[in-house]
């Protein structure tokens, strides 16, 4: 027969605390790997590497159709 196991009271008061300090519980975002941002924006690169023609499936076309249907009829009504 197995030995029945021994339960330990939780203080459930004590889970459903709120912290004392509701502003000081999360900490700071762990520094990320990689070469900083330079500081003025002037200086930034932009790259295009897309290609002059995206191509787009037709079940990509579908799936905006379907979630954005009625926007796209609103804006591209000929009649207001």
């Known amino acids: ?10 203080d459930s008061a004590a889970s459903d605390a709120a912290p004392d300090d509701l502003y000081d519980y999360a900490r700071p975002p762990a520094p990320r790997p990689g070469r900083p941002a330079p500081d003025d924006p002037t200086t930034w690169t932009v790259t295009d590497d897309w290609p002059e023609d995206v191509p787009v499936t037709e079940a990509e076309i579908e799936v905006f159709e379907a979630w954005f249907g009625d926007l796209f009829d609103e804006l591209f009504a000929t009649r207001h």
């Open 1 to 10: 027969m197995a030995r029945p196991r021994k339960y330990r009271l939780q």
